[in-house]
């Protein structure tokens, strides 16, 4: 059975982002700010091969654990991009 729906009883409750027009506009972040996501995206990763690790669920541990280098090593090439300071 086909429907119409002709009006919609949602409504935004706030801008929303990505959806709304009129919506403010979402600014790129900076390099040091990707850069910096980048790696609180990997320490979380590997926090949560950890856990999953003491858990005994090896396959999840694995799968959290390998997603790591490669984070890294986007930041280390936006780091290198950007010419950002170096680390210690």
């Known amino acids: 059975m086909f429907i119409s729906i002709t009006h919609s009883d949602i409504r935004p409750v706030a801008a929303d982002e990505v959806a709304t027009p009129g919506s ?7 390099a040091r700010a990707l850069h910096a996501r980048l790696l609180a995206n990997a320490a979380a990763r590997r926090l949560r091969a950890a856990e999953r690790a003491a858990a005994r669920r090896d396959d999840d541990a694995v799968y959290w654990k390998a ?12 780091r290198q991009a950007h010419s950002l300071a170096s680390l210690p």
């Not at 403010?24 to 900076?30: G, I, L, N, T």
């Not at 997603?67 to 936006?78: E, G, I, N, Q």
């Open 67 to 78: 997603a790591c280098p490669m984070v890294v090593a986007k930041a280390a090439a936006l």
């Open 24 to 30: 403010p506009r979402v600014e790129e972040p900076s």
